[in-house]
Structures are given as C-alpha cells and as structure tokens.
C-alpha cells in the first residue's frame, strides 16, 4: 500500500512558513552572549644550560578583564557587567546574565542596573515613562 501526502498541496506555503518560523526561534534562542577566552598554550623554556621544560599553563588563574582580577581554575563568579564566568584550565567562558534591550524608539534610552542585573527602557524625557522594547539574548 503506498502512503500518499496527508497534507494537501495548497498547505504547502503552511509547512514552509512553520519551518521558518521554527527556524526563526531558534536563532533568537542561540542569540545569547558567551565567549571563550583560551588560555596560552604551553611554551618549552630553554634555560642557560640548554635544559628545556615545558610550562604547564593549565593551573595558570583566569584574568576578568572587566574587573581586572584573577580567579584560580575551576572557579565560578559574577563579573560587574553581569557576566557568569568560569575559569577551566582550557581558559575563561563567559555568559551574559541579562539580555540587551532592542526596538525602542530614539527618544528612548536603556538604564542598566548592573547591581541587579537589570535594566530599564525609559523616556529620555522624563525617566518615569517607561518604553516598549524587545530584548535578545540571556
């Protein structure tokens, strides 16, 4: 017995625009921020006798560039710019922990709360009024 197409042809336009719509979600959904910074890789020292060793970069701290720190391998923090961070002994990912406010209007402007990791879209006018925005990643 043959399987015929359940779904007649003039719903084709249908699947396709679902397909992209499908499509479309998961760009805004891999739209989040992250970042890896790769540690240097190992370098062989020569020394003046001619010895050679290799130097182990792995146990080497992170540096937060935000914060100007250093965290030891396999340590987790929050940077001041609301970033989720880690230090592996491969290097340093980081994540935005809040989105970034899009598609407002000019005579709007977003205020960050970076205490909280938060933000506002608001008249530049008059700071009370808030706008409509969209926001992408996190």
């Known amino acids: 017995m043959a399987f015929r197409n359940i779904i007649p042809a003039q719903f084709a336009n249908v699947r396709y625009a679902a397909v992209i719509l499908m499509l479309c979600t998961l760009a805004a959904l891999t739209n989040a921020a992250c970042w890896f910074t790769e540690k240097e890789k190992p370098r062989v020292i020569v020394d003046s006798d001619g010895n050679t060793q290799i130097e182990d970069t792995a146990q080497n701290p992170c540096l937060d560039e935000f914060d100007n720190q250093t965290y030891p391998v396999v340590s987790t923090w929050r940077s001041r710019k609301c970033q989720r961070c880690t230090c592996t002994e491969r290097g340093m990912e980081c994540c935005d922990m809040m989105g970034s406010p899009r598609g ?4 709007c402007e977003a205020h960050y709360d970076w ?17 409509p925005h969209a926001a992408v990643g996190k």
């Open 104 to 107: 407002y209007d000019s005579d």
């Open 115 to 131: 205490e909280n990791c938060s933000f506002k879209v608001v008249k530049k006018s008059d700071k009370g009024i808030s706008c």
